[in-house]
Structure formats: structure tokens, C-alpha cells
């Protein structure tokens, strides 16, 4: 069963994105559009921008972006099925599921047969040690020997597997799996044409993901003196991706909120013993090293992060750069050192609950102290490790979003580090600099001014080849079209829509980026049917790239204030009233750098050795692009050589 068509489209058009971010956010209303300071990113000046009319918010300091739908899943960490019903709730809507055809069932049916045969694996582990000899015998008396009470044990929903090749294979056949699902599920390895259990006389730690379903496993031995490893885990599968899952979310994220804090630390066992200890709101990256999603996950409920390190100087110096990755991510970090020798668990267990509070409370440090501490300790008496120091720590702080918190650490590093804040503020700027043009080669704007792409030799310059030019203005011609697709552009001889004015102009132009080359055929495709998509069609588009892509092309940063006109008398065009002109020239860019690539290609062509009459070939087409060149140029007014 899923959703109805009819419930999903009453859910989108009766979810008012204004009334919902409304409950989160304090909105004031600028002309048609409203703006507040962002709910996913700590800011003082509002950058959180929602178009009530399209039904969409776009924050343009941290980038998030998409619709009253996204923005529950995001901000409450739901699923997609679970943020509707909850919107489905909130309006009273009565929910139709229907029954899916074949193909779709099988589709939803893999997925979750996935997870209910990794929860009969999960009850499974669990039944061998509170039930069966062996199970009780080892697992259980190894949690409790690391002083886990049978409550906890059973709220991680901890376990054991047999020392047997193929016991769990076994129950789960008899259950009615079939093989192809044990081993789609990670439950199973194949060798030499041998099937047995992946996990085999250990200890058994489910993974669980934001809503509660076990998803994989890690697998702890009990045996001294073996060649296996210490651990194995669950690979990754349809359900399973390590890097966008934090062990001991599900049960830490109420306790995130109220806390208002995460704690990081690396393994399981550290965030079952912190819970054991009274300190309920951390999870683990379970020993990967700390990725932007699982930094993502963590920012759905608190800005604020404590890194938590073992006493092992060479472990924290190899961590450092998921600190730099929080910072990145504009979430708050502290850190917390232990004494050499210990980690969060054994710290725990060694010293009890009062004394594990206590440490934490009094140990976090703020990045700045933490790394200026550290770094010192290494370059004692050492100029140039000094200054490699320094460097290291302002380009932690060059990762932070907020140029008021940049400001403020800059200060705070001068007076640690003894250093005048003018030489701190110029390396900051030099590092922001640096990643501001990497970011914007990535990024590619959908415009930047003719003369900066133009004049390779300019400071502000982004030095990028025809490919890359040209795909930014293949990016404005999409910009356009998702704003204005159905515009009447008077005064082209025919008056025609913009859209059908720009494809008879741009017929034969084969779009390079493949998501922009989607959205045009989508719209050739809707044209020739006689229908034209609008903005909302693809808002609501099922590929991810196109609905972000159209939520920052269609979001508009900047609002020209009234006071330009009425005080100032400054008047201002809308895009709307130059559209024709807009459209023009967006044209002719687009023909020119193709014409340009065209040349650079032949040139390139001519440099190969060959025969004279492909070289004369070569020489006219060579003559014959530089005149349509000259031309397009001539239009738009530049000037070619």
C-alpha cells in the first residue's frame, strides 16, 4: 500500500508553506515574499527567504531549499512518507492508500522486506541472550561485564550470534526468507561457492536510523587470540549507507533537542556507556571518518556539537578534520580531551555518573582554546612550527560561515597566540579568498558579467574554459525559461512566448550539462504536446538535482527597496519590462561561446599533421566561424581578435 495520488496532491496543495514555517520561524513580509533568520543555521540578519505564491523557502546563507514537505523532513528528521502523514495530520486530511501495480510493488516490496528481515535478525540476535546457553553464557555476561544494566541492554536492542557457519541462515529460512534476501541484506557471505552467516560466535550491536528500523549491524568478537577482525559490519545495501547514518541517533535525538547538544564520540560502546552514565544526548560515527551528511543529520536537532577525544595525542591530530567539517557545516564546537589511556566508556565505568558529568561539564573547551592548546604542546620552542600552527588554526576558523563569529575568534586567537589580529585577519582573508573561487568554479553561477569572464587577467576573474562558460549560460537560457517560460515578448516580429521564441532561436543547440539538458527536453517535449511546464512543475520534479536546482534559480536574493524610487529617485527596471532584451542577448551569449568553442576545436584540429587539403578544409571553416563571431560580437558589443 502507499499514498494515494489524490492524498499527496491535497497534502501539497493544502500545506501553506508560510503557516508551517511560521510555527518555527518569525517572518516579516517584504513585498510578496517573506524572510526570517534561517531555522537550519544559527544568523542574526535574516537570510531565509520563502515565495508563499510558489511554495518554496531557499535560505541563501546555508543554501537549504525546497517546500513545505522538505522543510518538515528536514527540520523534525522524518522520512518522506512519515513528513506527509504528519502534514496530513496537521490538516485534517483523510489519507487514501491504494494498491500498487506489480512493478511497483516489487519495487517497495524489496525495500521492505529488507526491513522486516533485518528486524527478524535483530529479534533473532536478541531471543540467543536472554534465551539459549551459549548466548547467555557469552553475550550476556560480556555486557554485563562492561556494566550494562538489562535495561540497557535491551533499549539498544543489543544481542549475539552463534559460533555456528550457518545458524542465523538456518532460522531465517525456516522463517520463510529466501536466500537472495539474505544475502541482499548483508546477513551473509559467500566463498567458494559456500554460504554462511557474516556474523559468528560475536557480539551484536544493531544500527538503527532516524525513525527506529534496524538498518545493519556491527559484530564485536569475544575471542583473545584470533585472526579475524575485531570487528565486523553490515556492508552497505539498499537501506544502509554508512556515511549518512550516526549510531545511537534514534534514542539520543529528544534528549539532542533538550540538551541542545550532541555529543561525537567514535564507537558504540562510548555512546552506550555515556547513556549508562546519565548522558543520554550522543551518538558515534562508528569509527568512519565524519561525513557532511552525518553532519546534516546532526544539525536537524542541535547547532551545538562536543567533540569528545580519546587520551591519544596522535588520534586527535588525525581527527582534526571533522572538527574543521562541523565548523564547515556552521554548527558550534567544543571539545574534550580524556586523560591518556581512556576513552568516554572506560572514563565512564572507571570514575561513575556523578564524576562522568562533572568531567564533561568542566573539560569542553572551545575549538579555539582546544587547538591552541595542542598545537602548543608540539611547537614548544619551534618558530616554524609555530607558524605552521597559526595557519592551521585560522584556516579552522576560515570554515565558519558567520563572518561575526569569525571576527570574534580572530580576536580571541591574537590574545592566545600572541600575535598581532591585523596578520591573523590577512592569512583569513587570503584562506576565504582562496576557497571563494574554488566554491564558484563548483558552484558555477547562472551569470557573471561579461567582462570578468572576459579578462582572464582580472583579480576578481574565475579562470574557466569554453565548457564551463558555456554551461553558465546554458544555466541562465534554463533561469529564464523556469521565470518566465510564458511571457509574451512583444516587438520580436511575432509576438511570441519567451519560450517559444527560444527555441526557435535555439532549435539545434544541444545542451552540455546533463541536468540542464533535462529541463530543456522536458520542455521541448511539453511544447510539442501543447502544454507548457511552469516553475512548479518541476518544484515537484522526481530528481533531486532538477527541484534544487529550480529553487535557486527561481529564488530571488535581493528586493529593490521602495525608498530608491520614492526617496532617492532612483528608478529601477524590472527583468520583467527588458525581458525582450534579456532574451536577445542571453541568445546571442549562448551562440557565441558555442561559435567560440567550434574555433578553439578546429584550431586544435589544425595543429595535427596532415594533408594540404585538409589543412586548406581546416583554414575555411577556420575563416568562416571567425566571421559568425564577428558578427555575433558586433550585436552584443564586444570586441574580437
Not at 587577467?457 to 579562470?463: L, M
Request: hydrophobic share 35%; with cysteine.
Amino acid at each position: 500500500m502507499r499514498l494515494s495520488p489524490d492524498t499527496i496532491d491535497e497534502i501539497r496543495n493544502r500545506a501553506d508553506i508560510e503557516d508551517i514555517v511560521s510555527d518555527y520561524v518569525s517572518l516579516k513580509r517584504k513585498g510578496k515574499d517573506m524572510w526570517g533568520c534561517c531555522p537550519f543555521h544559527n544568523e542574526k540578519t535574516p537570510s531565509f527567504h520563502i515565495r508563499p505564491d510558489q511554495g518554496f523557502y531557499k535560505c541563501f546563507g546555508c543554501g537549504k531549499g525546497g517546500d513545505a514537505v522538505t522543510f518538515v523532513m528536514e527540520l523534525e528528521g522524518l522520512e518522506y512518507v512519515a513528513a506527509m502523514r504528519h502534514l496530513a495530520q496537521r490538516y485534517g486530511i483523510e489519507i487514501e492508500e491504494e494498491e500498487l501495480t506489480s512493478e511497483q510493488e516489487e519495487q517497495q516490496s524489496e525495500r521492505e522486506s529488507l526491513y522486516i528481515l533485518l528486524n527478524f535478525a535483530k529479534e533473532y540476535f536478541k531471543d540467543l541472550i536472554w534465551k539459549q546457553e551459549e548466548g547467555m553464557k557469552y553475550g550476556l555476561s560480556y555486557f554485563r561485564e562492561r556494566g550494562f544494566s538489562d535495561e540497557t541492554i535491551k533499549n539498544f536492542d543489543l544481542g549475539y550470534s552463534l559460533d555456528q557457519w550457518d545458524a542465523f541462515i538456518k532460522a531465517a529460512k525456516k522463517k520463510g526468507f529466501n536466500q537472495d534476501f539474505i544475502s541482499k541484506a548483508g546477513l551473509q557471505v559467500e566463498k567458494d561457492g559456500k554460504v554462511y552467516d557474516r556474523f559468528r560466535g560475536r557480539v551484536i550491536f544493531p544500527i538503527h536510523n532516524t525513525m527506529g528500523k534496524v538498518i545493519a549491524f556491527t559484530a564485536r568478537t569475544l575471542k583473545a587470540l584470533t585472526k579475524q577482525p575485531k570487528y565486523v559490519n553490515s556492508p552497505e545495501t539498499e537501506v544502509f549507507h554508512k556515511s549518512k547514518v550516526l549510531y545511537g541517533l534514534f534514542q539520543a535525538k529528544q534528549a539532542i533537542r533538550q540538551e541542545d547538544n550532541c555529543y561525537l564520540v567514535e564507537g558504540q560502546t562510548d555512546v552506550i556507556s555515556m547513556h549508562q552514565a546519565g548522558v543520554p544526548n550522543v551518538v558515534a560515527s562508528s569509527g568512519t571518518a565524519l561525513s557532511e551528511e552525518q553532519i546534516k543529520l546532526i544539525s536537524r536537532f542541535t547547532k551545538n556539537v562536543t567533540v569528545l577525544f580519546d587520551g591519544d595525542e596522535a588520534g586527535i591530530k588525525a581527527s582534526l578534520r571533522g572538527i574543521d567539517m562541523i565548523l564547515e557545516g556552521d554548527l558550534n564546537v567544543k571539545a574534550i580531551v580524556f586523560p591518556d589511556g581512556e576513552d568516554p566508556d572506560s572514563y565512564a565505568r572507571n570514575v561513575g555518573s556523578t564524576e562522568f558529568k562533572k568531567f564533561l561539564l568542566h573539560g569542553a573547551k572551545d575549538f579555539i582554546n582546544f587547538k591552541v592548546e595542542l598545537y602548543a604542546r608540539e611547537s614548544a620552542n619551534d618558530p616554524l612550527k609555530k607558524a605552521e600552527s597559526i595557519k592551521e588554526i585560522v584556516n579552522s576558523i576560515s570554515k565558519i560561515p558567520d563572518p561575526v563569529k569569525r571576527t570574534v575568534y580572530i580576536k580571541e586567537c591574537s590574545k592566545l597566540l600572541d600575535i598581532g589580529e591585523s596578520v591573523l585577519i590577512t592569512e583569513l582573508n587570503k584562506l576565504i579568498l582562496q576557497s571563494n573561487r574554488k566554491k564558484l568554479r563548483r558552484d558555477k553561477p547562472a551569470f557573471l558579467p561579461e567582462e570578468v569572464l572576459q579578462d582572464p587577467e582580472s583579480d576578481t576573474s574565475i579562470k574557466l574554459n569554453l565548457e564551463e562558460i558555456i554551461q553558465l549560460q546554458e544555466k541562465e537560457s534554463i533561469r529564464l525559461l523556469l521565470n518566465y517560460a510564458d511571457q509574451m515578448l512583444e516587438g520580436t516580429g511575432f509576438d511570441l512566448q519567451l519560450a517559444d521564441y527560444f527555441f526557435r532561436e535555439v532549435d539545434d543547440v544541444v545542451f552540455t550539462h546533463p541536468l540542464y539538458k533535462v529541463v530543456i527536453e522536458e520542455f521541448k517535449s511539453s511544447i510539442e504536446k501543447g502544454t507548457l511546464p511552469g516553475s512548479k512543475y518541476f518544484l515537484h520534479h522526481p530528481n533531486d538535482g532538477i527541484r534544487e536546482l529550480t529553487i535557486d534559480l527561481i529564488s530571488r536574493k535581493y528586493e529593490i527597496s521602495e525608498n530608491w524610487e520614492k526617496k532617492y529617485r532612483i528608478f529601477i527596471k524590472e527583468e520583467l519590462e527588458v525581458l525582450k532584451d534579456a532574451s536577445f542577448t542571453n541568445i546571442l551569449r549562448l551562440k557565441f561561446r558555442i561559435v567560440q568553442k567550434m574555433i578553439q576545436d578546429n584550431m586544435a584540429e589544425m595543429k595535427v599533421p596532415g594533408n594540404s587539403e585538409l589543412q586548406e578544409k581546416f583554414m575555411k571553416r577556420h575563416q568562416h566561424l571567425k566571421n559568425i563571431e564577428m558578427g555575433i560580437a558586433e550585436s552584443l558589443g564586444n570586441v574580437t581578435v
